[in-house]
Antibody
């Protein structure tokens, strides 16, 4: 069955960077795009961007342009999301989701930004 | 960006009774390719979101037929024909025309 397993929780200071991983299994990795969605505490869902696992093409939310980079490693079926210059309002659970309809989701990674 | 507006904000439903959630978009979600990119997700307490409905009315694999989606253009509806205890959580609509945006969510609880 399709599984997306994300890396563990992170605590970062303002201005630092974080890199979250999302390891896929149960399907051909390059067949599905990977999207990243975040959810601030008690809030709704916010789309961050998308990467094609087939060719590495990306599309980022405008508000994150310049701070976010999404990559994939097809040899390990793993997607990565790096967010730089962290601020307190980046504190959120970060999810990866695969498929054009976001069919499959990872378990989420809590990133806490605090001084 | 396309704004997605869900109503109501919350819903308290007696088990076995129906429930309905509305989602309105600020622009038509009918793409030039003829498809309408409207999706519904359920986020159960403490869990990741899960896909229920894609492209307005197609149920994802394993989703009970108690769940149905309808609508066109800018107005969409998710209906649960008979609510069960396991249906509690927050329901989100999402539009898939770049950039992707989500509705604010509708919290469903059991009376």
């Amino acid at each position: 069955q399709v599984q997306l397993v994300q890396s563990g929780a992170e605590v970062k200071k303002p201005g630092a960077s974080v890199k979250v991983s999302c390891k896929a299994s149960g399907y051909t990795f390059t067949s599905y795009d990977i999207s990243w969605v975040r959810q601030a505490p008690g809030q709704g869902l916010e789309w961050m961007g998308w990467i094609s696992a087939y060719n590495g093409n990306t599309n980022y939310a405008q508000k994150l342009q310049g701070r976010v980079t999404m990559t994939t490693d097809t040899s390990t079926s793993t997607a990565y999301m790096e967010l730089r210059s962290l601020r307190s309002d980046d504190t959120a659970v970060y999810y990866c989701a695969s498929g054009s309809s976001f069919e499959y989701w990872g378990q989420g990674t809590l990133v806490t930004v605090s001084s | 960006d396309i704004v997605m507006t869900q109503t109501p904000l919350s819903l308290s439903v007696t088990p076995g009774q129906p429930a309905s959630i509305s989602c309105k978009s600020s622009q038509s979600l009918l793409h030039s390719d003829g498809r309408t990119y409207l999706y519904w997700y359920l986020q159960k307490p403490g869990q990741s979101p899960q896909l229920l409905i894609y492209e307005v009315s197609s149920r994802f694999s394993g989703v009970p037929d108690r769940f149905s989606g309808s609508g066109s253009g800018t107005d969409f509806t998710l209906k649960i024909s008979r609510v069960e205890a396991g249906d509690v959580g927050v329901y989100y609509c999402m539009q898939g025309i770049h950039p992707v945006t989500f509705g604010g969510g509708t919290k469903v609880e059991i009376k």
